[in-house]
C-alpha cells in the first residue's frame, strides 16, 4: 500500500482517494486569484504540522509579498522559516535566463532542511523562462524522478492565462504526463455569478472523486464543498441546468 498524505486542504483527502501519495507529483492549474499560491502554502504547513520541513520554490514572487499575503490567513511564515522549518527561495529572471537548470539547484536548499514536501509557484512561469520544450521536460522530469526517488513530495502550481478555461491541452511541453496528479481550479459562470470549481483529473494509481465540486476561500484558507447538482457545462467555464432542472423550474414557474 502506498502511503498517503493530507494535503491540509480539507475535504480534498477525501477528493482524492485518501491524499497525495508520498513521492509523488501533483499539478494544480487554474487562472490567477483561483488560490493555487495558497494551496500550495496549505500543503506545505500541513506537513510541517506533521513533523515534514517544506521548502517553497517562488518564481519571481518575492519572498516578503507572500509572507505578508500568508498573515491574512493568520500564517506565520516568518516564524516558520525561523525554526528551521520552512524555507522560501525565490527563482528571479536574471537566473532563468542565464540558463544552466535551475530548477535542479533548488535541491541544494531541499537538502539543507531535509524537506519532506517541494512546492514550485508557479512551474508555468518558469516554463516561459526556458525556450527549449525539450530542456523543460527533461529539467523537470529529473527533479520529479529525484523526488520519487528520495520520497519527497512535490506540488506544482501552473498558472493559465484565461480566466474562463476551455482546457485541450495544459502545456506544449508534456508536463500533464509527467505528474502523477492532476486538479483543476476554475472560475464557473452561473446565472451570472462567478463560482469556484475544482476537480479531480488524473490521480495515478488511485481511485477519486469524479465530481466537480465548490470550494471557497475563506479565512481560513481553502475549503473544498459540496458538488455542482443540476447543471451541466461547468468545466466549460459557462454552466447550464440540466434538462430535468431546466424543466422543473419551467413548470414551477
Ligand atoms: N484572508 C482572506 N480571506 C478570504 N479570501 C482571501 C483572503 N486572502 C486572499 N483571499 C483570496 O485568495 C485569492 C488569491 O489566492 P492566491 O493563492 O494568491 O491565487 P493564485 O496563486 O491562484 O493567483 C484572492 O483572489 C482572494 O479572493
Ligand atoms: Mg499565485
Not at 99 to 106: F, L, N, R, V
Not at 220 to 241: D, H, N, V
Request: aromatic content about 8%; overall charge negative; proline content about 3%.
Amino acid at each position: 500500500m502506498s502511503e498517503r498524505l493530507s494535503t491540509g486542504i480539507h475535504g480534498l483527502d477525501k477528493m482524492t482517494g485518501g491524499g497525495f501519495i508520498r513521492g509523488d507529483t501533483a499539478l494544480i492549474t487554474g487562472p490567477p486569484g483561483t488560490g493555487k499560491t495558497t494551496f500550495g502554502i496549505q500543503f506545505l504547513l500541513e506537513g510541517i504540522a506533521k513533523g515534514e520541513n517544506g521548502v517553497l520554490v517562488t518564481v519571481e514572487e518575492l519572498p516578503e509579498k507572500i509572507e505578508d499575503d500568508a498573515l491574512n490567513f493568520g500564517w506565520d511564515l516568518r516564524k516558520l522559516e525561523a525554526e528551521g522549518r520552512l524555507k522560501i527561495y525565490q527563482l528571479h529572471s536574471e537566473m532563468l535566463q542565464s540558463g544552466g537548470a535551475p530548477i535542479m539547484q533548488c535541491l541544494e536548499v531541499v537538502n539543507s532542511i531535509k524537506a519532506g514536501r517541494v512546492v514550485i509557484d508557479p512551474i508555468s512561469l518558469y516554463s516561459m523562462n526556458v525556450h527549449d520544450p525539450n530542456d523543460l521536460r527533461r529539467e523537470i522530469y529529473a527533479f520529479v524522478n529525484y523526488m520519487k526517488e528520495n520520497r519527497l513530495t512535490l506540488l506544482l502550481t501552473h498558472e493559465v492565462p484565461d480566466i474562463i478555461t476551455r482546457i485541450s491541452k495544459i502545456s506544449d511541453y508534456g508536463l500533464e504526463f509527467i505528474v502523477d496528479c492532476i486538479i483543476m481550479l476554475q472560475y464557473v459562470e452561473i446565472e451570472s455569478e462567478i463560482r469556484r470549481s475544482v476537480s479531480v483529473l488524473k490521480m495515478r494509481g488511485s481511485d477519486h472523486d469524479i465530481a466537480i465540486r465548490r470550494y471557497r476561500i475563506s479565512g481560513k484558507g481553502i475549503e473544498i464543498e459540496s458538488p455542482f447538482q443540476g447543471y451541466e457545462g461547468i468545466m466549460s467555464g459557462t454552466a447550464r441546468k440540466t434538462g430535468a432542472e431546466g424543466f422543473m423550474e419551467a413548470f414551477r414557474r
